[in-house]
C-alpha cells in the first residue's frame, strides 16, 4: 500500500516556464518531506525538503509547498532550465530516519 | 571524498545463483540502506542499518539478507536469485549524531538481471 503517490508519471515543459510536480500522502503523520531528483544511470540526489510545521520552503528556483489538510504538496521550479529533464521523486518520513518515496514524475524540458 | 560508491555496476546472474552487492560511504555516516526501484514503483527500502552491527528489515525484505560488519560498508546479499529480483539496487546513507537525519545521500546504482 503505497503511502505516497505521484500521479503523474511524466510532465513536459517549455524552457523559461514554470515546472509544478504534485505528490500526495496518506499518512497524517509524516513529518518531514523531501524531492530527490534523479538523472538516468545515477543514483538520486537531494534537491529540497519541508518540515510538517511549514507550509513553504525555498530554494532558488525550487519551491516546495505542503498543504496538511489536503494531504499534498507540490515543487515549483521558475524558470524550468534543460539541465532540469530527470525524474523526480517526492519522499516521506515519520518522525524516523526511513523514507516513502513516491513513483517518480519523468520532467522534460523542451528548448 | 567519493560519497557513496556502489559495486558491480552491472551484473547478469542465473536462477539459483547467488551474489553480494558491496556498499561503501566515507562520510561516517550511522544509517545506511538498501533500496530496489523497479518501473511504476518508486524506491522501495530492502533493508536498513543503524549502525555497525546493526540490521533490520525494510519494506521489502525476502529473498535478501544484509551485513554491516563494518561502519563504512553494508553488504546485500542475494543467496538464490529470481528473475523477481531483477531491478536496480541502490545504497543510501544518512547521519545523525542524535535524532533524526532524513536526508540520504544515494550511491550511482546497481543494475541486476536475474535469467
Known amino acids: 500500500d503505497q503511502q505516497v503517490k505521484q500521479n503523474s508519471p511524466s510532465l513536459s515543459v517549455q524552457e523559461g516556464r514554470i515546472s509544478i510536480l504534485n505528490c500526495d500522502y496518506t499518512n497524517s503523520m509524516f513529518d518531514y518531506f523531501l524531492w530527490y531528483k534523479k538523472y538516468p544511470a545515477e543514483g538520486p540526489t537531494f534537491l529540497i525538503s519541508?518540515?510538517?510545521?511549514?507550509d513553504k520552503n525555498e530554494d532558488g528556483r525550487f519551491t516546495v509547498f505542503l498543504n496538511k489538510s489536503a494531504k499534498h504538496l507540490s515543487l515549483h521550479i521558475v524558470p524550468s532550465q534543460p539541465g532540469d529533464s530527470a525524474v523526480y521523486f517526492c519522499?516521506?518520513?515519520?518522525?524516523?530516519?526511513?523514507?516513502?518515496f513516491g513513483a517518480g514524475t519523468t520532467v522534460t524540458v523542451r528548448a | 571524498n567519493a560519497g557513496v560508491t556502489q559495486t558491480p555496476k552491472f551484473r547478469v546472474l542465473k536462477t539459483g545463483q547467488s551474489m553480494t552487492l558491496l556498499c561503501a560511504q566515507d562520510?561516517?555516516?550511522?544509517?545506511m540502506y538498501w533500496y530496489r526501484q523497479d518501473p511504476g514503483m518508486g524506491l522501495r527500502l530492502i533493508h536498513y542499518s543503524v549502525g555497525e552491527g546493526t540490521t533490520a528489515k525494510g519494506e521489502v525484505p525476502d529473498g535478501y539478507n544484509v551485513s554491516r560488519l563494518k561502519k563504512q560498508n553494508f553488504l546485500l546479499g542475494l543467496e538464490s536469485a529470481a528473475p523477481s529480483q531483477t531491478s536496480v539496487y541502490f545504497c543510501a546513507s544518512s547521519y545523525s549524531a542524535s535524532g533524526p537525519s532524513y536526508e540520504q545521500y544515494f550511491g550511482p546504482g546497481t543494475r541486476l538481471t536475474v535469467t
Open positions: 562520510m561516517n555516516h550511522e544509517y
Open positions: 519541508i518540515s510538517s510545521i511549514k
Open positions: 519522499a516521506a518520513s515519520l518522525n524516523d530516519y526511513k523514507l516513502s
